[in-house]
């Protein structure tokens, strides 16, 4: 199975469709929330979220749909990226809940070999989350250094590091 994709693998316009989905439950949505500190009760009140609110229930932090998309692209895009370089832009479109299912894509918009080393170059991309009835909630551009076959060559092949188990 491929982990990612070399430089000379990437073709603008491609569009890889990340699977599986993933189904966003309340325990996801309160413990993303809890690690990283961020107890606004519109995530983490349903009280609160019924009354006070136009949504009148709990809304998934959009910091983890974003990375939900992210992981659920390194398969597909940045599984043999040298470097993670910028995220250019990041707009949540939608609101999500609990019990959404997001599914992700990402399309390949321009890539460029490096201009001071050899082995690698950098793929423009877009990844965008939608729920299971096809509402896109994110999308984000991203830049991603990921190196060409010689580099991987160099460095082991497909999975380097990988021992050898000993009998």
């Known amino acids: 199975m491929q982990f990612g994709r070399y430089y000379e693998e990437f073709e603008v316009g491609a569009v890889y469709k990340h699977w599986p989905g993933k189904t966003v439950t309340e325990y996801d949505d309160h413990l ?14 349903a009280h609160y979220a019924a009354e006070t609110t136009d949504f009148g229930k709990n809304v998934v932090v959009g910091n983890y749909i ?14 043999k990226a040298i470097a993670n370089l910028e995220i250019e832009s990041l707009r949540h479109i939608k609101p999500t809940f609990h019990g959404d299912t997001i599914y992700g894509e990402t399309e390949v ?9 050899d082995d690698r170059g950098v ?9 299971q009835d096809g509402t896109v909630v994110c999308v984000f551009r991203r830049k991603v250094m990921v190196p060409k076959r010689s580099y991987g060559d160099a460095r082991g ?7 050898e188990p000993k009998e």
């Open 32 to 45: 993303f929330c809890l690690l990283t500190m961020n107890h606004h009760p519109l995530h983490m009140d």
């Open 66 to 79: 974003y990375s939900l998309l992210l992981g659920m692209s390194v398969p597909d895009v940045s599984g």
């Open 109 to 117: 918009l321009d890539k460029t070999p490096s201009k001071s080393k």
């Open 123 to 131: 793929v423009y991309v877009e990844t965008r989350g939608y729920k």
């Open 157 to 163: 092949g497909e999975q380097p590091g990988r021992p």
